[in-house]
């Protein structure tokens, strides 16, 4: 199984729709980031979390939200999804010498 | 804020030949730096990483890495290319010391030709 597993891994919804994507993780990490990916803009951090009661906004956290439900578990939430929101998002942990690990992603498309 | 700068969206070389991606980051410390690659459909895998020390790092998959401060910039080399190298390549700068924040550059996306 995968260390950072995140679901759905493809999802089509429509404009105002709310849409969860989940992540959970095996590594043990208290650290854990939502990242979204745009082809020619690499990778923008969305929020990240230190610990279930530590959470932050990163860059481009407006239209989004989280939830921490426990070490391993951090989703991510948009409230009434837009089509610009469409990307590739994906989640990932930390160790302590820096390394992130990622899931596989989730790919998003907003009609 | 640190920031990456990817100049090269796009490198073509040929299988067996030498690769090098450039990478220019900005910070006001000493920056930790990572090379990570991404394969189509995949998340992304660290390379290597640079902490403190030896200037030249080693990682996997045959590459390497130099960090030069006086020029901001950590660019990645392979001797000799292989078809599987195909794949975006990240360069990113961290900041630790209690709060962990990694920024990515904008990726250089690696095609190789027979």
């Known amino acids: 199984d995968a260390d950072v597993t995140q679901t759905p891994r493809n999802r089509i919804t429509k404009t105002g729709k709310r849409i969860m994507l989940e992540c959970s993780q095996t590594k043990g990490h208290d650290r854990m980031y939502w990242y979204r990916q745009d082809p020619g803009l690499g990778l923008r951090l969305i929020y990240y979390?230190?610990?279930?009661?530590?959470?932050n906004k990163g860059e481009i956290s407006d239209g989004y939200s989280v939830s921490r439900q426990a070490q391993a578990k951090f989703s991510l939430s948009l409230e009434s999804a837009i089509p610009n929101q469409t990307a590739l998002y994906f989640c990932a942990t930390i160790s302590l010498s820096g390394e992130l690990f990622f899931g596989e992603g989730s790919r998003l498309t907003v009609l | 804020a640190q920031s990456v700068t990817q100049p090269d969206i796009h490198i073509t070389v040929s299988e067996g030949a030498s690769l090098e991606l450039r990478c220019n980051y900005s910070y006001g410390a000493t920056p930790y730096l990572f090379w990570y690659v991404q394969s189509p459909g995949q998340g992304l895998q660290l390379l290597l990483k640079y902490f403190s020390g030896d200037t030249l790092v080693q990682g996997i998959k045959g590459f390497e890495a130099e960090f030069k401060r006086s020029q901001s910039s950590f660019n990645l080399r392979k001797p000799s290319v292989h078809w599987s190298d195909a794949a975006e390549y990240f360069c990113?700068?961290?900041?630790?010391?209690?709060?962990?924040?990694?920024?990515f550059g904008t990726g250089t996306k690696l095609q190789v030709i027979p």
């Open positions: 990113a700068v961290g900041v630790s010391g209690g709060y962990q924040k990694v920024t």
């Open positions: 979390s230190f610990d279930v009661k530590d959470i």
